[in-house]
């Protein structure tokens, strides 16, 4: 085979492999503030990856702050469509009561500050927290221990469906209060989905 040919199967090979490439690249230090890469919604967690199965937006209730009053909402994502799925990422976000979600985008900065995350009213973060769990690998990661950046869009609801973005990013190489060995993968939920809102 040719020099010339043998070019051609490399640069081939290289641009087919660049998807997955791409994939495995570092996280951004702040996904708050990075655009939502264009692809279905993966998710992985202590190492093992998945496509949900069931995507969901609920409502969470209401709280109040003084003389605020918020309503909340949460997003599921599943291996499984179970409500005790062995993988689940989750996201909690808020809006003043009687705001729809719709068209509205949800940022968490990396920074356990509270008074430097966005939200509706001073002290009051417009994400109240994120969970993600993998019962297989006993990986159980949150806002509570671990240090995240989040950025989470709504589109307008159609029907029962509303669909969505979402980069939520947690860095491996982090310990906790009860985890002195720092975590050994990334774990994160990217890319486009269609929410069922129930």
Same mark, same amino acid.
Request: one cysteine or more.
């Given at each position: ?9 490399? %640069? ?5 492999? /660049?998807?997955?490439?791409? =994939? ?9 503030? +990075?655009?939502?890469?264009?692809? +279905?919604?993966? %998710?992985? $967690? ?8 069931? %995507?969901? *937006?609920?409502? +969470? ?7 605020? !009053?918020?309503?909340?909402?949460? /997003?599921?994502?599943? !291996? ?8 689940? @990422?989750? %996201?909690?976000?808020i809006v003043r009561k009687g705001q729809r979600i719709d068209g509205k985008t949800f940022r968490k900065l990396p920074t356990k500050s509270t008074a430097k995350q966005p939200g509706p009213t001073s002290g009051l973060p417009e994400v109240q927290g994120w969970?993600?769990? !993998?019962?297989?690998?006993? @990986?159980? /990661?949150?806002?509570?221990?671990? /240090?995240?950046? *989040? =950025?989470?869009?709504?589109?307008? =609801? ?7 973005? $979402?980069? *939520? ?20 939920? $990217? ?8």
């Amino acid at each position: 085979m040719s020099s010339s040919a043998w070019k051609l199967v490399l %640069v081939s090979s290289i641009a087919i492999g /660049l998807p997955h490439a791409a =994939r495995a690249q570092a996280l951004p230090a702040d996904c708050s503030a +990075a655009a939502v890469p264009a692809q +279905a919604v993966e %998710v992985s $967690i202590g190492g093992a990856k998945f496509a949900p199965k069931s %995507v969901k *937006l609920v409502s +969470a209730g209401g709280m109040g702050m003084g003389e605020e !009053n918020f309503d909340s909402y949460r /997003l599921s994502l599943r !291996n499984e469509d179970d409500l005790f799925a062995p993988m689940e @990422a989750t %996201v909690t976000v808020i809006v003043r009561k009687g705001q729809r979600i719709d068209g509205k985008t949800f940022r968490k900065l990396p920074t356990k500050s509270t008074a430097k995350q966005p939200g509706p009213t001073s002290g009051l973060p417009e994400v109240q927290g994120w969970s993600m769990k !993998n019962k297989d690998a006993k @990986a159980d /990661l949150s806002h509570v221990s671990y /240090l995240g950046s *989040l =950025r989470l869009e709504f589109g307008q =609801r159609q029907g029962g469906t509303i669909a969505g973005k $979402i980069y *939520l990013c947690v860095p491996k190489g982090q310990t906790t209060m009860f985890d002195k060995t720092p975590s050994r993968d990334d774990a994160f939920a $990217i890319g486009s989905f269609q929410a069922k809102i129930e």
